[in-house]
């Protein structure tokens, strides 16, 4: 039977060390970095608000306060600018905190996405909800989440958002074997975390958004009570939609718009430059810049 309940709270997980972006990372979150002026946390908030969720809870662990002091007040700095005439900045900035209802939860120890979201699990209390990682960033008219989201209405399932990789790629995604059953639109099969370019069934990945119905959370409970199946190991989303695949169907959506891997340097150096192309500010002079520059 399709649910079709109306999905009104996302999970951003956001508890990864950022490693590539070392010494960058060492003190502040990898989700903190600019894209010219506005971290990328914001823009994965910002999906989620014009998809029309007002909830978002981030699962965030140590050393992640700066993502929590983003999206609060911040008195004096409001203050300051209102003082000095900039009206203009503040309106901006008040807003961010105003976006939403934020509520924090920390996942103590790096055991995976999936032991991410049971982190999370009992502030959805039996609800489908969003799911988005932190570095995925999508340039798109319609956002991705609600993109899925009207895949959810139709069919009542979980929903994931899907992107043809390079086959040199798709060591670093979860890749689907999935039937194509209309547009854009896939039914999943299969579904195989990082595989090796021998072993994908596919050149279809799964980037990091995704719509989940409850019984996703009733799995990855499950799966961590088998120490044998994932031991001493990280407990992945990947892992509990596999299984949820036993008993019910899941979706794919090969989404629109132009998605930056954020969690990498190449995909955040083109995600800064394709911004800065469109910044109102510095458009003209970069523009300039780049026509200049001898490579
Ligand atoms: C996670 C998922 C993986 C997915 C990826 C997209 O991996 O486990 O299936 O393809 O996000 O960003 P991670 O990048 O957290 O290792």
Same mark, same amino acid.
């Given at each position: 039977?399709? !649910? ?41 908030? !910002? ?18 306060? +700066? ?44 055991? #995976? ?6 982190? +999370? ?34 069919? #009542? ?35 195989? !975390? ?37 031991? #001493?190991?990280?407990? #992945? ?5 596999? !299984? ?26 083109? +995600? ?24």
């Amino acid at each position: 039977m399709p !649910e079709n309940i109306k999905i009104k709270k996302a999970i951003i997980a956001v508890a990864g060390f950022g490693t590539r972006f070392l010494p960058a990372t060492k003190a502040q979150p990898k989700e903190m970095l600019p894209i010219v002026d506005k971290p990328v946390v914001q823009f994965i908030v !910002e999906e989620v608000v014009r998809s029309g969720i007002e909830n978002i809870i981030f699962v965030t662990g140590r050393g992640k306060h +700066a993502i929590e002091n983003h999206f609060d007040y911040s008195i004096e700095l409001e203050n300051a600018l209102k003082k000095s005439g900039k009206r203009h900045i503040y309106e901006e900035i008040k807003k961010i905190s105003d976006m939403a209802n934020f509520v924090y939860t920390r996942q103590k120890e790096a055991r #995976g996405n999936g032991d991410a979201l049971l982190v +999370a699990s009992h502030m959805v209390a039996g609800e489908p909800c969003a799911v988005l990682f932190g570095d995925d960033l999508v340039d798109s008219k319609k956002p991705v989440i609600k993109q899925l989201m009207d895949v959810y209405q139709k069919y #009542g399932a979980s929903v994931v958002a899907l992107e043809k990789v390079s086959k040199k790629d798709v060591h670093k995604y979860g890749i689907v074997k999935a039937k194509k059953i209309g547009g854009r639109l896939y039914k999943i099969e299969g579904i195989v !975390e990082k595989p090796e370019i021998g072993r994908a069934p596919s050149n279809l990945a799964v980037v990091g958004k995704y719509i989940i119905t409850p019984d996703v959370f009733e799995i990855l409970e499950k799966l961590k009570k088998m120490p044998s199946k994932w031991g #001493g190991k990280e407990l #992945g989303i990947t892992d509990a939609l596999r !299984e949820l695949l036993k008993t019910r169907p899941i979706y794919g959506l090969e989404f629109e718009g132009t998605r930056y891997d954020c969690g990498s340097k190449i995909g955040f150096l083109k +995600a800064i430059v394709d911004h800065a192309l469109k910044h109102s500010e510095v458009k003209d002079e970069f523009k300039n810049y780049l026509k200049n520059k001898k490579i």
